[in-house]
């Protein structure tokens, strides 16, 4: 049981931490990017390498890159955090666009279908770790040339898997959902509360 009820976020990304307050968790953030020699993760599938596995390693290696930050910057030894959204569309995996192109072309492809989020959650403190994974099906409506510009003006596809953010106006494309709205957002608050628990926090 742990005696101090903080975590470490092993991610820069705003809604994480809007989510994590939503259920009053308390953490702090590291700043992996900002560690000398970036002890960051290299996020890039391997061969082969299924969405869902690929969410999952993705998460375990952020995880474990914080806890070497904790270790390097000799930090109260908090559980560290981390997790990893992918898109799967047809088996292929739509990761962060690049740029503004691949944006517009990741939007065409989702535009009227169906596709998978998996988002995989990791928690790591000491020698231990704990994994869940969250899969959830989204369905866009059909969204013409128009459509797709008018969204990428907004610049919400920027550093978003698939190049949308359900959060904001892409919410006016999803005709269906079926499973966790909060993991399609970033962080599946009921895998993410049960590993918290099994460290000894409350949720």
């Given amino acids: 049981m742990l005696v101090d009820k903080r975590i470490y976020l092993a991610s820069q990304s705003p809604r994480r931490r ?3 307050k939503q259920i009053g968790i308390a953490f702090d953030v590291l700043p992996l990017r900002a560690v000398p020699g970036r002890m960051d993760v290299v996020e890039v599938p391997e061969a082969g ?3 869902p596995d690929f969410a999952q390693r993705m998460a375990t290696e ?3 890159c914080g806890w070497r930050a904790v270790d390097a910057r000799h930090l109260l030894r908090f559980p560290v955090l981390g997790a990893d959204t992918v898109v799967e569309l047809d088996g292929a995996i739509l990761g962060k666009p690049a740029d503004r192109t691949e944006a517009e072309s990741m939007l065409a492809r989702l535009s009227g279908s169906e596709h998978r ?3 995989a959650v990791a928690m790591q403190h000491e020698a ?3 994994l869940r994974l969250s899969t959830s099906s989204v369905r866009f409506s059909a969204l013409d040339a128009e459509a797709i510009a008018r969204y990428l003006e907004t610049g919400e596809y920027l550093g978003k898997a698939g190049a949308y953010g359900i ?3 892409a919410g006016a494309y999803v005709e269906h959902i079926e499973g966790s709205y909060s993991g399609i957002m970033g962080l599946p608050l009921y895998d993410t509360a049960v590993l918290l628990r099994s460290f000894g926090l409350v949720v």
Wanted: aromatic share 0%; charged share 35%.
């Fill in 167 to 169: 959060q904001g106006r």
């Fill in 62 to 64: 952020k995880a474990a």
């Fill in 49 to 51: 390498e299924a969405a």
């Fill in 128 to 130: 231990r770790v704990e």
């Fill in 117 to 119: 989020v998996h988002t």
């Fill in 18 to 20: 809007e989510l994590l």
